[in-house]
């Protein structure tokens, strides 16, 4: 998940982080604060939110994949650097980066000699493909990302290993093990995003001898600095050191604490406070503290240099579903858009420290965003209620119109925007009744076609972040139709335009990552065109971390710190 630095949104503040640099407020979304390689310590991690599985196949959770760079290692992975180098894939259990041939539809992978799983037994080929062909084992292994699949079955209809009828549970044709050290992978067409996909956890390796299924999420094998001592759904976790994993072939990890411990809160705001306090180092969902404490730490200088505001790679915004009318009229769309507040919607979120005002749906960070392509106005922070109103007329409805806004009732920001938009909505007509549905049946609820149409929604609120650094990996799932499905749907529009799905295709069959970057700007500036989305913001967190933490410094791949590198002060 992408993320670009920044400070809080405010002139004046960013102005001050720029003079204090490495040192002061916001140091660490630019540069590595407090550099060390001292070792020792318990690096105390708590969470507001429990982890979805420590399975690698199986975890989908952004703070989850930064926390796998604890104890799982991947073919490549995403430098353990700040700034747009910590974007960039390098290698990790590869030698190299990929040899791309066959005109990029063939990727082969050379592994290292001396990486082991945490009992000591070599890391080959095999354990790999095995890894990739659990991702196909839905049945067992559901949750995780499932774009080896679309990429690797190619008609196979490959079932995971588990109904494997290979003897040797290596039956995924399109994988293929020459020898232990070499991989090679064997696309139906080129993919110029495969690399990233080659750094997601679903692509590490799994010894077959030691898989448990839907189990292993429990106690999942280690090939990183820590393995898993003990876990417990809904309490924590314990890593603790690996003695297999040798630091000479991993450039990525520092492996400095003794012991990373992970603890699962009911309470954020006394979280909050043991963090201030100094009993516990690091929130490590990511998502910011909560509102008191971010009154005490803006107003206290002392804790103010130890927060940092970065992009965190998403964007809040409203979906308007085509299906459900009238917003099956560009004008209808519009007309919601100019009425807007952006200034009271980024209130409702939390004012400047949660994000700066949206402007298209293609976040900073991004190849081929730009965060200034504003082509509704909206960072101007005003209502435009004229042109709002000269919208309904075009769209038939000059009186307004009645429509209903659906949000997740465990998300107090998003139930805040609606209620700010419902009340922008009213002073041009449009009456908006909100729907606050259970958070927790999203996939069911607006994320079934069929019942927003069935429920009337014509206004979703939702946030989202790219599952790898790419176009493809922010705005595919939301606008390619092909990706639209009768649940867990995200392209809650239903927008189905061959012109956009064939850019996706063109930026699919770019050289290289740098190459496809065009498609995307171009893909953001059709979707806007349509007036299908109204962006709240380019979310921020206000983070804060323990002052005794070294090597502090936050990964634009996942917007959060980096725990491949976190140590403490000795």
Known sequence: MTAACGGNGDKKDEAKGET????????????????????????????????????????YYGFVWNMQRLYVRSLLAYDSKPGKDGTKV??????????????????????????????GSPITSKDIKYGVERVFAQDVLSGGPTYLIDLLDQGQKYPGPYKDTD???????????????????????????????????????????????????????????????SFTAGKGATFVRNDNWDPKTDPIRKGLPDKVSFTVTTNPDDMDQ???????????????????AKNKILKDANLKKNADNPFTGYIRYFAFPQSVAPFD???CRKAVIYAADPKSLQTARGGPTSGDLGANMLPPGIPGSDKDYDPFGLTKGKPQEAKAKEALKACGKPEGFETVIAVRNNRAPEVKTAESLQAALAKVGIKATIDQYDGKLSSSTIGSPENVKK??????????????????????PLVDGSFIAPNANNNYTELNDDEVNG?????????????????YTEINKKVMEKALYLPINFDKALVYHNPRLTNVFFNESYGKIDLATVGIKQ
């Open 329 to 331: 009229n560009i004008e």
């Open 503 to 519: 850019l996706f295709d063109k930026a699919a069959a770019a050289a290289t990552p740098e190459a496809a970057a065009p498609f």
């Open 167 to 229: 003897p040797n549970k290596m039956g995924l044709k399109s994988v293929e093990t020459p020898d232990d050290k070499t991989i090679v992978f064997n696309l139906a067409s080129a993919n110029s995003d495969f690399s990233y996909l080659l750094a997601m956890p679903s692509s590490s390796p799994v010894p077959a001898g030691k898989d448990t299924g839907a189990t292993y999420t429990n106690k999942p094998i280690s090939t990183g600095p820590y393995k898993v001592e």
């Open 20 to 59: 204090d640099g490495a040192k002061g407020y916001s140091g660490a979304a630019t540069a590595v604060i407090n550099p060390s390689d001292a070792k020792g310590g318990e690096l105390k991690l708590w969470s507001p939110q429990d982890v979805d599985y420590l399975d690698p196949a199986r975890a």
């Open 455 to 476: 429920k009337g929604y014509g206004i979703i609120v939702m946030g989202w972040g790219a599952d790898y650094n790419s176009g493809s990996g922010f705005l595919q």
């Open 274 to 292: 043991r963090l201030l306090s100094g009993d516990i180092d690091m929130a490590v969902d990511g998502t910011g503290v909560q509102q008191a």
């Open 90 to 119: 390098v290698p990790d259990l590869a030698e190299a980066l990929p040899v791309i041939t066959n005109d990029g539809k063939t990727y082969t992978l050379k592994i290292k000699d001396g990486v082991k799983f945490e009992d």
